[in-house]
């Protein structure tokens, strides 16, 4: 079935550096876009990142910006997040979510695309402290 | 950025009620919006998506409106099993913002 799996979380302290993984199975992940988005504790959800299915976009939170890195490898049907520089307000469980596109006809030969996240790992946990 | 704000942040009800979460967001989206649902220590879920469509395979009991600034998420004949913390997400530019949450729990 269709299926993500998180792994790489850990305990690091302030400054240090851990690097996710979200391993793909039961789609085909060379063309779907990906999300990490995080959950601190007893927070609500927080979006982290984005790479389009190619590798050929990357956004990223203002919060995280130039200490995150997100990547991919179609090959290994991995995607990966690179987090530099931990603060301990990065302490939370890291979601990757994979992106389902929607298209309606909002008139004819007109058409929308709506995105949202339809498939979602179970998660790995970080926590930065000293 | 684009605050998302949910109201109320809890709510109690009761087996087979008709509950309603409101979702704003600071400026129009037009009805580029989510709702997922989420239970402890579990992923996210997602429910409705374009403001009012329904995810395959989520109980019809579940509906959406809205459109621009103010949106609804209604669940009819409230079971068991919804009890849970419900948040809104718009998609209509990046940063991706998610609404505060909703608890719904059980009076």
């Known amino acids: 079935q269709v299926q993500l799996v998180e792994s790489g979380g850990g305990v690091v302290q302030p400054g240090g550096s851990l690097r996710l993984s979200c391993a793909a199975s039961?789609?085909?992940?060379?063309?779907?876009?990906i999300h990490w988005v995080r959950q601190a504790p007893g927070k609500g959800l927080e979006w982290v990142a984005f790479?389009?299915?190619?590798?050929?976009?990357?956004y990223y939170a203002d919060s995280v910006e130039g200490r995150f890195t997100i990547s991919r490898d179609n090959s290994k049907n991995t995607l990966y997040l690179q987090m530099n520089s931990l603060r301990t307000e990065d302490t939370a469980v890291f979601y990757c979510?994979?992106?389902?596109?929607?298209?309606?006809?909002?008139?004819?030969?007109?058409?929308?695309?709506?995105?949202?996240?339809?498939?979602w790992g179970m998660g790995t946990t970080v926590t930065v402290s000293s | 950025d684009i605050q998302m704000t949910q109201s109320p942040s809890s709510l109690s009800a009761s087996i087979g009620d008709r509950v309603t979460i409101t979702c704003r967001a600071s400026?129009?989206?037009?009805?580029?919006l989510n709702w997922y649902q989420q239970k402890p220590g579990k992923a996210p879920k997602v429910l409705i998506y374009?403001?009012?469509s329904l995810q395959s395979g989520v109980p019809s009991r579940f509906s959406g409106s809205g459109s621009g600034t103010n949106f609804i998420l209604t669940i009819n004949n409230l079971q068991p099993e919804d009890f849970a913390t419900y948040y809104c997400?718009?998609?209509?530019?990046?940063?991706?913002?998610f609404g505060g949450g909703t608890k719904v729990e059980i009076k």
């Open positions: 979510a994979k992106v389902a596109i929607k298209t309606m006809a909002i008139r004819p030969g007109s058409y929308s695309y709506y995105y949202f996240m339809d498939v």
């Open positions: 400026q129009s989206i037009s009805n580029y």
């Open positions: 374009a403001a009012s």
């Open positions: 039961g789609f085909n992940f060379s063309k779907y876009d």
């Open positions: 997400q718009q998609s209509y530019s990046t940063p991706l913002t």
């Open positions: 790479i389009r299915y190619d590798g050929g976009t990357k």
